[in-house]
């Protein structure tokens, strides 16, 4: 079983806030200065998205970053069948 990748589920987040808002890629791709192809493949978790960009497409989506990770964290957590864990407890991450 393929590992999932934090950039899928990025890609995967920042689509899914674009379409609830009913816009085009285009019209992100051009508020984030970013090009339609690149932005694309974000969404598709084709490219690792820098901060930078990051901070771009959320500002042009008019979201908070803090929103969409957390949104990825839940999707990662989901994923690795995690539950929520104490405060301060310690966390073992598998090689």
């Known amino acids: 079983m393929r590992p999932v990748l934090m ?3 990025l890609g995967e ?3 899914e806030q ?3 808002q009913g816009r ?3 019209d992100i791709s051009g508020s984030a200065r970013v090009s339609l192809g690149y932005l694309s493949e974000v969404e598709r978790g084709q490219k690792e998205a820098s901060s930078e960009l990051l901070a771009a497409i959320c500002s042009a ?3 908070p970053m803090s929103i969409v990770l957390s949104d990825v964290s839940d999707k ?3 994923t690795e069948k995690v ?3 104490p405060v ?3 966390v073992a991450c598998a090689a």
């Open 7 to 9: 950039r899928e589920l």
């Open 13 to 15: 987040s920042l689509r």
């Open 18 to 20: 674009r379409v609830t």
């Open 24 to 26: 085009t890629l285009r």
């Open 61 to 63: 989506l008019d979201v």
């Open 76 to 78: 990662m957590a989901l």
């Open 83 to 85: 539950t929520t864990l």
């Open 88 to 90: 301060g407890a310690p």
